[in-house]
T-cell receptor
């Protein structure tokens, strides 16, 4: 595997379900990200982890819970989602420590549908 | 105010012709970076090209070049010799160094331009 991989690629879940999205980066990067891409809206940064520690970001509802067990893996745990949470969820990674101008490399995304 | 503005929702270009995708940005940070990404229908965001605010020359990467006009705060992407595989969404993004916390990592994206290459 190369680059950034994400599983599953597609997910349909009910509002009472609990599911997790998985991301793995094979680039040796130290920072990982979750972005949300909704129809008609620009990409929104949800969470950032640098050196496996979460960088503070308070604007995401608590029904989304990230986890970063090591520098190569990132999870997004989902529970009691709403239909408006249906979107493409993109994982990204980069080699930087914040305040730098490095590009981020993205995975193929998980297309989430909440019914 | 929007930080990244892409005014062309959709563009058409003939195969083998050049095309320019527009991007204007808004920042008061003297140090920033501008990025272009391509997103095919498969969903993956593919990094194309980067321009730093202090770079004296316009960035180029193969068939991609960035027309950087700092005073006008524009960073247009030029694709030369368009190919059918260039059909995709194209996003302009900016990163600023002035912020702390999550903001110091954030890529701010525009709404994108859908490019269609006609055979």
């Amino acid at each position: 595997e190369t680059g950034v991989t994400q599983t599953p690629r597609h997910l349909v879940m009910g509002m009472t379900n609990k599911k997790s999205l998985k991301c793995e980066q094979h680039l040796g990067h130290n920072a990982m990200y979750w972005y949300k891409q909704s129809a008609k809206k620009p990409l929104e940064l949800m969470f950032v982890y640098s050196l496996e520690e979460r960088v503070e970001n308070n604007s995401v509802p608590s029904r989304f819970s990230p986890e970063c067990p090591n520098s190569s893996h990132l999870f997004l745990h989902l529970h009691t989602l709403q239909p408006e949470d249906s979107a493409l969820y993109l994982c990204a990674s980069s080699q930087d420590y914040g305040g730098e101008l490095y590009e981020q490399y993205f995975g193929p995304g998980t297309r989430l549908t909440v019914t | 105010a929007q930080k990244i503005t892409q005014t062309q929702p959709g563009m058409f270009v003939q195969e083998k012709e050049a095309v320019t995708l527009d991007c204007t940005y808004d920042t008061s940070d003297p140090s920033y970076g501008l990025f272009w990404y391509k997103q095919p229908s498969s969903g993956e965001m593919i990094f194309l090209i980067y321009q730093g605010s202090y770079d004296q020359q316009n960035a180029t990467e193969g068939r991609y070049s960035l027309n950087f006009q700092k005073a006008r705060k524009s960073a247009n992407l030029v694709i030369s010799a368009s190919q059918l595989g260039d059909s995709a969404m194209y996003f302009c993004a900016m990163r600023e160094v002035a912020y702390s916390g999550a903001g110091s990592y954030q890529l701010t994206f525009g709404k994108g331009t859908k490019l269609s290459v006609i055979p």
